[in-house]
């Protein structure tokens, strides 16, 4: 099934520093979403992108989509130690006449040093 | 506070047995969705509900089945069909019924584990 996909794996960098991270997907999509899981809990929706949009900013997320490259990056600037946590990309897709299913990647595992 | 309930935390089921799996909203939302989390994977759609009385099965619905009979309330039943149900369950909501149009709500999950 189509799904997203999550770049880097696993993220390490210190407290201050800018993180990136990327999600790539495979099919036309109507939104993208970002949501963060610390650990052993349930997930928090962090930004919803519609197909439309190119860019978009809530505080410190930056969330850029690319529908040419079917790519979209989460950029979180000045990190914090309580931004230690996974973050997801969902994409919903369709086919015939409803929607199919919502799909999340494997996830980046992001640390932030002190 | 409006939110996701899951219950219990933690479950154990032994072989052979089916589990109901707890979830209640008060956000007032149409949809409802049951997720599986595997260490260190993304999340896997079980089933969803658009609506009371309606849901639809997700990529992974063998050995699971879901009732919803109230707004509020989407139970999940873990079958003795399903041969590897160990897994962290995630409940989830969202405003309307169509599947990735609003952002979803989720619950702290279920983390089921076979005697």
């Known amino acids: 099934s189509q799904q997203g996909e999550e770049d880097p794996q696993a993220l390490s960098i210190q407290e201050g520093e800018n993180a990136t991270m990327n999600c790539s997907y495979k099919t036309s999509i109507n939104n993208l979403q970002w949501y963060r899981q610390n650990s052993g809990r349930g997930l928090v929706h962090l930004i919803l992108?519609?197909?439309?949009?190119r860019e978009k900013h809530s505080g410190r997320l930056r969330v850029t989509l690319d529908t040419s490259k079917k790519s979209s990056s989460l950029l979180i600037t000045a990190s914090r130690a309580a931004d230690t946590a996974s973050y997801f990309c969902?994409?919903?897709?369709?086919?015939?006449?409803?929607?199919?299913?919502?799909?999340f990647g494997k996830g980046t595992h992001l640390i932030i040093q002190p | 506070d409006g939110g996701i309930t899951q219950s219990p935390k933690y479950l154990f089921r032994k072989e052979g047995q089916n589990v109901t799996l707890s979830c209640e909203q008060n956000?007032?939302?149409?949809?409802m969705y049951w997720y599986r989390q595997d260490p260190g994977q993304g999340l896997r759609l079980i089933y969803y509900?658009?609506?009371?009385?309606?849901?639809q099965k997700g990529d992974i619905a063998e050995g699971y089945s879901v009732s919803r009979e109230k707004k509020e309330s989407f139970p999940l039943t873990v079958t003795s069909a399903q041969k590897n149900p160990t897994a962290f369950y995630l409940c989830a909501s969202s405003i309307e019924g169509r599947l990735g149009n609003q952002p979803q709500h989720f619950g702290d999950g279920t983390r089921l584990s076979i005697l």
């Open positions: 969902a994409t919903v897709y369709f086919s015939g006449g409803g929607a199919d299913g919502l799909t």
């Open positions: 509900s658009q609506i009371v009385n309606d849901f």
């Open positions: 956000l007032n939302h149409d949809a």
């Open positions: 992108i519609r197909s439309n949009e």
